[in-house]
């Protein structure tokens, strides 16, 4: 499965399962009270739906963050390393990357 996508909430997510490789969540708009629910079950699709060591989580796309988004972010990470994986954020903005910040994220690769 490739390329698979949603939007809902104001966040839209797009979920893809190259053959061998990291599994990759593309999120732009909002992350935020309303959306992380979302988010949420498309790190559990993607966690699920292969045995990747790595879940990359774009976040390019997403213009605002708040703790919400974060605690999804840090709690999927707390359930992929029991697991001997790993979450790898990418491309977040200065603004979500201060988000992740002040809540003390920590524990989760990040890659330019």
Do not use: N, W, Y
Request: charged fraction near 20%.
């Amino acid at each position: 499965m490739d390329g698979s996508g949603s939007v809902a909430d104001g966040l839209e997510l797009r979920l893809m399962f190259p053959a061998g490789r990291d599994v990759t969540v593309e999120a732009s708009g909002e992350l935020d009270l309303a959306s992380a629910h979302h988010l949420r079950s498309a790190l559990v699709h993607a966690a699920t739906g292969t045995v990747a060591a790595r879940v990359v989580v774009d976040l390019g796309g997403v213009v605002f963050m708040d703790s919400a988004g974060a605690k999804v972010l840090a709690t999927m990470a707390e359930v992929l390393a029991a697991d001997g994986r790993e979450l790898v954020l990418c491309r977040a903005t200065p603004a979500v990357e201060r988000v992740l910040a002040v809540a003390g994220f920590r524990g989760v690769t990040t890659v330019g």
